[in-house]
């Protein structure tokens, strides 16, 4: 059965997606209007990369506006840049992990990831022991408990490359590596060709057909332009380490939700950070490392 | 000559009590997982006698089983005059909020791994004030092994999602 | 004014016609206006919770991208024999090839705007506009600067030949031979670009072949052509136009060594998949076998095959059978083959299994099969026209007058 309401609701969205166009020509005449005002400055933005300190404020004031009015929150978008000396590094311990799945919704409550489509970013890969294969690994494994004797488990999730594949694909720079090597996305540039998707050797990017659907008491308000705001519909996304998090020296959302202490998050560039620890002491390794992507992802199996 | 090994000897001395009384490494830790209206324990504790016999525990903390931990019992690490405080096994006695130095006892390895942010776990900030969670924020100490738990629900298959 | 009068009379060619004309244009229209709404559809339907675009990124719309790529090879086929060679009765009629070919890009454009989730924020790809190309390390952006430059290049070359025929003026070849020329390394680069954008993809084997680029000139030899072949007949047939079957015949002998490369370049890449027998090989399993119980591209597969291997022994019997209905049957077979194996099946085994060991098979829904209708008789629309333009000239319907225009 097609919910009709639904249906009307989603054509009216449509129609105003392409009548920005239209809008743009008749916004003299419709001045008073401010929604088709601000679809208008939202249509000739420009690439957020190229963007003056002054315009990237008042695209901050624009959009907290829009939230506003659309999710009837206040809301506070950060556009802040990458620390300087810091590039985040990321490592998992697959003897740890139990496949709880914890960190797979905290990571969809904290990044405002729709719930219908469902979109998650992190994907918990069942595998048996003795086999380290992707291909007979189970992502939908739903057992009453877990961990399961016999299995063992490897979330994956963006793996912020240092030779990204999605970003040399993006046909219009609409992706690309910040200084602190997370790899970011504007949501407002994209044009949604998912050749970026189609690169990817990690699965680490989702696209959002539809209107991103987010329960009203759940949406975090606190968001980063590159990061867990609202998403327009149509246009890729993905894990930014919880950029919005991160780069105020928080640690992502994953790590805190991992009840095992699994996920190891830091500054790859300091030598006394628990990442670096990590790396300087155990045995790691990166996933697909023939593709020769350089994740700053790693995996360790360490008890 | 003589001189020089009694020199050495004080220095050494010296940097043995400084380790130990005043460079002690405390860890940012949240509260100990103490259960509220158990602890603090001589609150019932006080008059009681202490029973180091190995037995069922039947009027009391019967939910506490010794498993998956060797051949313990309470006073090897409670401190049987004081049972608000732990007692490690070289007679010195340390807080619940130290009790990873009673775990790093036994579990070196770890609990060097747990110092430098391998083992564990760590909530705040990767940069600034973090909380380093105890060893028994995750394990149980009378019954370490880690407990299953319900997995959240799997990611819905494209095929079975009604697109249409 | 000459270049008003010209616009005028071109309308006019253009709105008179026969009844079949007349019908076929409807028919385009219609099917035109269907994938509208197919497409409007597409971006209201209701969406369930997971979505399947996630695992099969790419729909059938990039399929006949890939395809339509292929077709626009249309014009060099013609233009090399025409230009390089000097083949005279193909020289006559190589101004539907360019046509074809701007036609062709038409398509492959058309495929990607509907592919893509914000076609209204196209601007950013255009530099002028304020848009950013990703050169010179993305090949999507090199693949909009050749296919953009093969299409200015057609249209341009036959938009000055169709003028000058109405003015009755000599063509100047300084300015369009060069031009000529030129349409040549970029007929070839479009097949290489596009062939580069699945090529160079270390995340999908399938795609991840050295021999992709060839692969995909020789499957375009054989796609392009057979539309031109066929296309030229019914030109013939209703716009009076001499053709001559030496002609057909001639483009019908490339396409019999295309074809033959093509099937030598399938089989080799079949040959290192399977002989090699690495985890690499379990798209081109999915695809000729099944994998795991999943199999929904095999027949479709095999169809290609077979037709590929009829059309092959056709094309390589008319040289002993000079006849025009079998050369139109082989051209019918390969079409449909090219489709197939340049389109649906090579792009979807691509993404099966995804790259976390995932299969998720995908068949082209109504809709999509709507909407890439729809894109595919724009592109017949402007052929038509085009022709129309071409046929009235030569025909001397559409001719300056200076009387009458002024």
């Given at each position: 059965?097609?919910?009709?309401?639904?249906k009307?609701?989603n054509?009216?969205?449509l129609?105003?997606l392409f009548?920005?166009?239209?809008?743009?020509?008749?916004a003299p005449?419709?001045a008073?209007?401010?929604?088709?005002?601000?679809d208008?400055?939202e249509?000739?933005?420009?690439?957020?990369k190229?963007m003056t300190?002054?315009?990237k404020?008042?695209?901050?004031?624009r959009?907290?506006?829009?939230y506003k009015?659309?999710?009837k929150k206040e809301f506070k978008?950060?556009i802040s840049d990458a620390?300087?000396n810091?590039?985040?590094?990321?490592a998992?311990?697959l003897?740890?992990?139990?496949?709880?799945?914890?960190?797979?919704y905290?990571c969809v409550k904290?990044n405002?990831?729709?719930r219908?489509p469902q979109i998650q970013y992190i994907?918990?890969?069942r595998?048996?022991n003795?086999?380290?294969?992707?291909?007979?690994?189970e992502h939908?494994?739903?057992p009453?408990?877990v961990?399961e004797?016999?299995?063992?488990?490897f979330p994956?999730?963006?793996?912020?490359c240092?030779?990204a594949?999605?970003?040399?694909?993006?046909p219009?720079?609409?992706?690309?590596?910040?200084?602190d090597?997370?790899?970011v996305?504007d949501?407002n540039?994209?044009?949604?060709?998912?050749y970026?998707?189609?690169?990817?050797?990690?699965f680490g990017r989702?696209?959002?057909?539809g209107?991103?659907?987010?329960p009203?008491?759940?949406?975090?308000?606190?968001v980063?332009?590159?990061?867990?705001?609202?998403?327009?519909?149509n246009?890729v996304?993905?894990?930014t380490?919880?950029?919005?998090?991160?780069r105020?020296g928080?640690?992502?959302a994953?790590l805190?939700a991992?009840?095992?202490?699994a996920?190891k998050f830091?500054?790859?560039?300091d030598p006394?950070?628990?990442?670096?620890?990590v790396?300087?002491?155990?045995r790691?390794f990166i996933?697909k490392?023939d593709?020769n992507?350089?994740?700053r992802?790693y995996?360790?199996?360490h008890? | 000559?003589?001189?020089k090994?009694?020199?050495l000897f004080?220095?050494?001395?010296?940097l043995f009590?400084y380790?130990n009384?005043?460079?002690?490494k405390?860890y940012p830790?949240?509260?100990p997982p103490?259960?509220?209206g158990?602890?603090?324990?001589?609150?019932c504790h006080?008059?009681?006698e202490?029973?180091?016999?190995k037995?069922?525990?039947?009027?009391?903390?019967q939910n506490i089983?010794?498993?998956?931990?060797?051949?313990?019992?309470c006073y090897d690490?409670?401190?049987?005059?004081?049972l608000?405080?732990l007692?490690?096994?070289?007679?010195?006695?340390?807080?619940f909020?130290?009790?990873?130095?009673?775990?790093g006892?036994?579990?070196?390895n770890?609990?060097?791994?747990w110092?430098?942010?391998?083992?564990?776990?760590r909530?705040?900030?990767?940069?600034?004030?973090?909380q380093?969670l105890?060893?028994?924020?995750?394990?149980?100490?009378h019954?370490?092994r880690?407990?299953?738990?319900?997995?959240?629900?799997?990611?819905?298959?494209?095929?079975?999602?009604?697109?249409? | 004014?000459k270049i008003l009068?010209f616009?005028?009379d071109a309308?006019?060619e253009?709105?008179?016609?026969?009844l079949p004309?007349?019908?076929?244009?409807?028919f385009l229209?219609?099917?035109?206006l269907l994938?509208?709404?197919?497409?409007?559809h597409e971006?209201?339907?209701?969406?369930?919770?997971?979505?399947?675009?996630?695992?099969?990124?790419?729909?059938?719309y990039?399929?006949?991208f890939?395809?339509?790529?292929?077709?626009a090879?249309?014009?060099?086929?013609?233009?090399i024999?025409?230009?390089?060679?000097?083949?005279?009765?193909?020289k006559?009629?190589a101004?539907?090839g360019?046509i074809m070919a701007?036609?062709?890009?038409?398509?492959?454009?058309g495929?990607?705007m509907?592919d893509v989730g914000r076609?209204?924020r196209?601007?950013h790809?255009?530099p002028?506009m304020?848009?950013?190309?990703?050169l010179?390390v993305?090949?999507?952006?090199?693949?909009?600067?050749?296919?953009?430059?093969?299409?200015?290049?057609?249209?341009v070359?036959?938009?000055?030949?169709?003028?000058?025929g109405?003015t009755?003026?000599h063509?100047?070849k300084?300015?369009y031979?060069?031009?000529?020329?030129?349409?040549?390394?970029?007929?070839i680069?479009i097949?290489?670009?596009?062939?580069?954008?699945?090529?160079?993809?270390?995340?999908?084997?399938?795609w991840?072949s050295?021999i992709l680029?060839?692969?995909f000139l020789?499957?375009?030899f054989c796609?392009?052509?057979s539309?031109?072949?066929?296309?030229l007949?019914i030109?013939?047939?209703?716009g009076?136009?001499k053709v001559?079957d030496?002609?057909?015949?001639?483009?019908?002998?490339?396409?019999?060594y295309?074809m033959?490369?093509?099937l030598?370049?399938?089989?080799?890449?079949?040959?290192k998949?399977y002989?090699?027998?690495s985890?690499?090989m379990a798209?081109m399993?999915y695809?000729?076998?099944?994998?795991?119980?999943h199999?929904?591209m095999?027949?479709?597969?095999w169809?290609?095959?077979?037709?590929?291997i009829?059309?092959?022994?056709i094309f390589?019997?008319l040289r002993n059978i000079?006849?025009i209905?079998?050369?139109?049957?082989g051209c019918v077979?390969?079409?449909?083959?090219?489709?197939?194996e340049?389109?649906?099946?090579?792009?979807?085994?691509?993404f099966?299994?995804?790259?976390l060991?995932?299969?998720?098979?995908y068949t082209?829904t109504?809709?999509?099969?709507?909407?890439?209708l729809?894109?595919?008789?724009l592109?017949?629309?402007?052929?038509?026209?085009f022709?129309k333009l071409v046929?009235?000239?030569?025909?001397?319907?559409l001719?300056?007058?200076?009387?009458t225009?002024?």
């Open positions: 059965m097609i919910d009709f309401k639904e009307f609701v054509r009216r969205k129609i105003k009548a920005t166009g239209v809008a743009a020509a008749l005449f419709a008073k209007e401010s929604d088709a005002k601000i208008w400055e249509y000739f933005q420009k690439h957020f190229l300190k002054e315009e404020e008042k695209l901050v004031k959009l907290e506006q829009k009015e659309k999710y978008v950060k620390m300087q810091v590039e985040f590094g990321y998992l311990n003897s740890k992990c139990i496949g709880c799945r914890r960190c797979v905290a904290e405002n990831l729709s219908k994907r918990v890969l595998m048996k003795g086999e380290f294969d992707v291909e007979k690994s939908y494994y739903e009453a408990l961990p004797p016999g299995y063992f488990y994956v999730q963006c793996q912020q240092k030779k594949p999605c970003v040399k694909a993006c219009i720079k609409a992706t690309w590596t910040e200084p090597g997370i790899v996305v949501y540039w994209c044009i949604g060709c998912k970026c998707m189609s690169a990817c050797p990690y989702r696209f959002n057909r209107e991103p659907v987010i009203e008491n759940e949406i975090n308000t606190t980063h332009y590159l990061g867990n705001r609202p998403r327009p519909m246009v996304e993905k894990c380490f919880c950029i919005q998090r991160s105020e928080k640690y992502p994953c805190e991992c009840p095992v202490g996920r830091g500054n790859l560039l006394e950070d628990e990442i670096r620890q790396i300087d002491n155990k790691v996933f490392q593709l992507t350089i994740p992802f995996y360790f199996f008890d | 000559m003589l001189r090994t009694k020199l004080l220095l050494f001395l010296f009590v380790k009384v005043f460079a002690k405390e830790v949240p509260y103490l259960s509220p158990i602890f603090p324990c001589m609150n006080e008059g009681l202490r029973n180091k016999k037995r069922a525990l039947k009027e009391m903390h089983k010794i498993e998956n931990h060797g051949d313990r019992w690490c409670h401190d049987e005059r004081n608000d405080r007692k490690l096994s070289n007679g010195e006695y340390v807080k909020q130290e009790s990873y130095r009673l775990c006892q036994c579990h070196g770890v609990y060097n791994d110092q430098k942010g391998i083992h564990g776990k909530i705040g900030n990767w940069k600034g004030e973090k380093y105890l060893c028994v924020h995750c394990h149980d100490p019954s370490p880690f407990k299953a738990m319900k997995p959240e629900p799997a990611p819905v298959r494209p095929d079975k999602a009604t697109t249409h | 004014m009068s616009i005028k309308i006019k253009i709105i008179k016609g026969s004309y007349y019908a076929w244009v409807g229209i219609f099917l035109i994938g509208a709404w197919g497409y409007y971006f209201t339907k209701e969406l369930g919770y997971g979505s399947l675009e996630q695992h099969v990124v790419w729909p059938i990039i399929g006949n890939a395809f339509f790529v292929g077709v090879a249309a014009a060099v086929l013609l233009v024999p025409a230009y390089v060679y000097h083949f005279q009765a193909i006559e009629i101004i539907y360019e701007f036609s062709a890009i038409v398509m492959v454009l495929s990607i509907v076609a209204d196209f601007w790809l255009l002028f304020g848009g950013i190309l990703n010179p993305s090949m999507l952006s090199w693949d909009v600067v050749v296919l953009n430059g093969y299409m200015i290049l057609n249209i070359i036959a938009l000055y030949l169709i003028y000058k109405y009755g003026e063509p100047n300084k300015f031979v060069p031009l000529i020329l030129i349409s040549i390394p970029f007929a680069s097949h290489t670009v596009t062939a580069f954008i699945f090529n160079g993809l270390g995340a999908r084997p399938f991840n050295a680029a060839p692969r020789a499957s375009a796609s392009g052509p539309l031109m072949i066929i296309a007949q030109i013939r047939r209703y009076g136009i001559q030496v002609a057909l015949f001639k483009i019908a002998e490339i396409m019999a295309a033959f490369f093509n030598f370049l399938f089989g080799a890449e079949v040959f998949e002989y090699t027998g985890v690499h798209p399993e695809l000729m076998q099944g994998l795991h119980g199999n929904k095999v027949p479709w597969i169809t290609a095959i077979v037709l590929d009829t059309a092959f022994l390589i019997s000079r006849s209905k079998l050369l139109n049957v077979l390969i079409f449909i083959a090219v489709w197939i340049k389109g649906h099946a090579f792009i979807t085994p691509g099966i299994p995804g790259v060991g995932e299969i998720h098979e082209p109504f809709v999509e099969m709507i909407v890439s729809g894109v595919f008789a592109g017949l629309l402007l052929f038509t026209i022709s046929v009235g000239i030569e025909t001397g319907r001719k300056y007058n200076k009387e225009s002024n």
